[in-house]
């Protein structure tokens, strides 16, 4: 009986000697001694630590009121960032209110790990899980957020944003309800699509968020919350910096009103709202006038017209506020674009999304000019019956528009472009050369004169596609600039007059060039990888384009492919691919 007595508790005795500190070989463990000398950790300052605090977890800097599918901050697991510098509060005891303050300011709840961990957790949640119903983890931690906050009314006023996935700020409403009462300080939460469109079953968290979130920055008002969005008035939210309106039913006399006792409102955006016409730009003696505002977005308002907008900011103090404007789907013409764009003297972004059916008039347009600008959004497509037809679409004639204007310098300050056009890059590119020998000096400067980056997306395409588009050297012409010259079939003679000369200057869509089939590749050799001579139809190496096949830059001993240069991932560059003319 002893014997098998011994045999039953040996598991037992193994179990206790792991966890007095016993290892399987016999040796005692004993928790590490801080080295002697100087604690040069101790003398880090407090900014210091903060900052890396802020890289251990990026997200906690995340300050802006989008939601969060919309806001998400670097590619690394977010929960395991959390951890992280949850761990990183418990090494000091200086440390602790530093890491509690990021912790705290800009709260993020995520459904899942983005890493391999949440395979593993998911596995442990199906083995303890009663009957197959495996509990929502978002909801949980919101409920532990929300008893945190409850027994620790100082850690609320820490709390700023709050972002949480969709499915839990749907179903979560009292637990949301439950920790919003904790935040005075709040500014901008998820919340509900019923909060924003009058639903009875938000009415509590909607009184919650009315008596205990003064701060708030950004609100939305949707179809059917027309008498909250009237409340404005009694001065709840003054604080507000962010508006949406969303297929509101109200005056424009009432909308200007509500507006104007917005005192630091900066951002309006307007989606399909049936009284945003014209006339609510007009300055009128007995109504406030429209705010000056530094964006301002407008979706499917059709009768908003250029007209309207020049109106606007025919005044001084919104012409030098508005650095943002976006237009989509709207009643503007794009021969009066220019208008608005040169009234908008201090305009930074514009982004106009229309859908044409008639190419532009073949009248004069003047260009496009504006000093201020740096990023414009051009997306103009065609309607569906003209989509896949092999004809000429109406939407080429607004991008040699915009071509014109960019080779007339009228835009000096661009620098992003986003347009519908995957062959406007070349356009700009393979422009005809200037005359150097012209007469009348004393003309504006034409030509591309200015670096730009140039995302492009075919009508049926998913994803923008990088073009770097770099300025030609004014003085790459003295040596033979311009566009390259085939010297193809030139091998039996010197002389012009032999057979006819046969072009192999095709473009590959990207910028570069394609070479014959039929032509010949001359085998690699020490000379040429020589820099050229300038002469016709060669550009000296001195001057040549940036990232092309002139420069010769060896980055590895491997050749570049015909499709790009090692591990460039540059996929739309316009840059050379190889040297693809001989």
């Not at 590119?429 to 034409?446: D, E, K, S």
Request: some cysteine; overall charge positive; glycine content about 6%.
């Amino acid at each position: 009986m002893g014997l098998f007595k011994r045999m039953r508790s040996r598991p037992k005795l193994e179990h206790d000697e792991k966890t007095n500190g016993h290892g399987t070989n016999g040796h005692i463990y004993y928790p590490s001694q801080p080295l002697p000398g100087r604690d040069f950790i101790q003398r880090l300052p407090a900014k210091i630590v903060q900052n890396i605090f802020e890289y251990v977890c990026p997200h906690v800097l995340d300050r802006s009121y989008d939601i969060s599918e919309n806001s998400q901050v670097g590619e690394s697991c977010m929960l395991c960032d959390l951890r992280d510098l949850a761990h990183c509060a418990g090494v000091r005891r200086d440390w602790y209110q530093l890491a509690q303050e990021l912790l705290y300011t800009s709260i993020r709840i995520d459904a899942v790990h983005y890493c391999e961990l949440e395979e593993i957790f998911a596995v442990r949640r199906r083995r303890k899980s009663r009957h197959g119903n495996i509990e929502d983890v978002p909801a949980v931690r919101l409920r532990m957020l929300a008893n945190t906050l409850q027994t620790n009314p100082w850690l609320g006023a820490q709390v700023q944003l709050l972002k949480l996935p969709y499915m839990t700020r749907e179903t979560a409403r009292q637990d949301l309800a439950r920790t919003l009462s904790k935040t005075p300080n709040l500014r901008y939460a998820d919340l509900p699509e019923g909060f924003y469109n009058g639903d009875a079953s938000c009415h509590i968290l909607r009184q919650e968020v009315f008596a205990n979130c003064p701060q708030i920055r950004k609100m939305k008002y949707h179809q059917g919350a027309e008498q909250f969005f009237q409340f404005l008035p009694h001065r709840n939210w003054q604080a507000l910096e962010g508006l949406e309106l969303k297929k509101l039913r109200i005056e424009p006399t009432a909308l200007r009103t509500v507006l104007a006792c917005l005192p630091v409102l900066r951002e309006l955006k307007v989606i399909n709202v049936p009284s945003f016409t014209d006339t609510i730009f007009n300055v009128a003696p007995t109504v406030p006038n429209f705010p000056p505002l530094q964006t301002l977005i407008l979706e499917r308002c059709p009768k908003v017209t250029a007209d309207g907008l020049n109106n606007y900011l025919d005044r001084s103090d919104t012409r030098d506020a508005l650095t943002t404007l976006s237009l989509t789907s709207c009643n503007i013409s794009i021969p009066q674009l220019h208008l608005v764009l040169w009234n908008a003297s201090n305009l930074k972004t514009l982004t106009v999304v229309i859908t044409v059916a008639q190419s532009l008039p073949l009248d004069a347009i003047p260009p496009l000019t504006s000093l201020s600008l740096r990023t414009l959004h051009f997306e103009i497509t065609p309607t569906e019956d003209q989509l896949h037809t092999g004809l000429p679409k109406p939407s080429d004639s607004y991008y040699n528009y915009v071509t014109s204007s960019l080779l007339s310098n009228s835009l000096p300050a661009l620098r992003n472009l986003y347009v519908r056009d995957p062959g406007l890059p070349d356009a700009l590119l393979l422009a005809p050369p200037v005359p150097q020998f012209a007469g009348g000096g004393g003309g504006p400067p034409r030509g591309f004169s200015q670096p730009l980056e140039v995302y492009t997306k075919g009508l049926d395409d998913a994803e923008w596609v990088f073009n770097a588009v770099a300025p030609e050297d004014p003085f790459s012409a003295v040596g033979g600039g311009g566009r390259p010259m085939s010297t193809y079939s030139m091998r039996n003679g010197g002389q012009w007059g032999n057979e006819a000369r046969r072009s192999v200057i095709v473009g590959n869509g990207t910028g570069g060039f394609l070479a014959m089939p039929s032509a010949q590749v001359r085998p690699d050799s020490s000379s040429s990888m020589k820099a050229p001579q300038p002469g016709w139809g060669a550009r000296p190496m001195s001057i040549a384009r940036p990232h092309s096949s002139h420069t010769h830059q060896q980055v590895d001993d491997k050749r570049g492919s015909w499709f790009g240069h090692g591990n460039r991932t540059n996929r739309g560059s316009t840059a050379s691919r190889q040297d693809l003319w001989r």
